[in-house]
């Protein structure tokens, strides 16, 4: 882990303006409603020694004017709580998706044999509360509004989403993760909620887009996105994520097991977010999110650039910050090779004490 740039990472026009970007941060403290159906237990759990999860479908609405909107939840926690060997609970986890997968796929994917596939498995046997959502145009939810899903609306729907879960658990605030556009649509909720977030991890950021190589090549097709409201996703499309920034850091028999679990879902999505990445940026504003904030880069990320990002770090108020840059690493942190490290991260700044001294 280290906060400086590595081979293959953009850098500083030069060296005087890299020491001074770096003194910077070294300056401001960086740091390295409806009702639920019944649960379901899974099965291999047992079978292979672990602590059993189960999961359990949500439905919440989000108004929009006269409309309902219905939105989809699912919750994954642990058979019997003190399976970890007490009742307490290390925290209520919201995870948010990005712009081209539904919730479930990315959170909770199931493979034979790799019981570390699903995000919220992991968590959930630490002791945490997990949940993710499909955002409006995704996965389960409503899919019948004729508009493209930008960030805003996702903030909407996270919005929506949490305050269904902080009725529905035990937590009084949640610890929220979001990745690629799902980071900005969990930012902009923070910056709107946030006294509904304990701490916000932001994975795979984007705030201005300057210096990004991968948007500067989906900006040659954004007429097409503005001219509709969905765009169609294949298995092709599935696998470019991974392979796109730096071919070898996914293992690409779990992103094949990715595909068919996406594809079952959504064979087309919305366009909002990537116009938002796009055209709009930024569209999330440092200075306005006032919780405890990681950001979460990897090496690799041909979306994330590493000025950009950083200097989106700098400007983040809360002294309770943390900028990682992950190695080995693309986009797709969790998809990686190296996803024992993402999760490890994740887990220690959401299970750290808070600050008893803050000055």
Known sequence: MSMLPSEGEPRLPCAAKRRDFLAALAAIGATATATAVAAGVQEPAAASGLAEV?????????P?????????????ELRQRNATGGELRRGTILFVHGSSVSATPEFDLQIAGKPDASIMDWFARRGYDTWCVDCEGYGRSDKSRPVNADVACGADDLAAASAYILQ??????????????????AGLFAQRHPERVQRLA???????????????????????????????????????IFTRDHPGT???TVVDAFADAVLALDTSVPTGTYVDMTANLPVIDPEKIAVPTLIMRGQWDGIAAFEDVA?????????DKQFIVMPGIAHSSMRSKNYALVYHLLDAYFSQPAPVYVG
């Not at 189960?54 to 989000?62: L, M, R």
């Not at 035990?170 to 980071?183: D, E, N, T, W």
């Open 311 to 319: 200097r989106f770090f700098a400007l983040l108020p809360n002294s």
């Open 64 to 76: 929009v004017g006269a409309e309902q909107v219905r939105l989809f939840l699912w919750r994954k």
């Open 54 to 62: 189960s999961g359990s479908e949500h439905w919440t609405v989000k």
């Open 250 to 252: 996914s293992d690409l």
């Open 202 to 240: 932001l994975d795979a950021l984007v705030w201005t887009g300057e210096g990004s190589p991968t948007l500067a090549e989906r900006r040659k097709r954004l007429a097409d996105y503005r001219a509709s409201n969905r765009r169609p996703i294949d298995r092709a499309f599935v696998r470019s």
């Open 168 to 185: 529905h658990s035990a937590g009084k605030q949640l610890l929220v993760y979001g990745v690629s556009s799902g980071s900005l649509r």
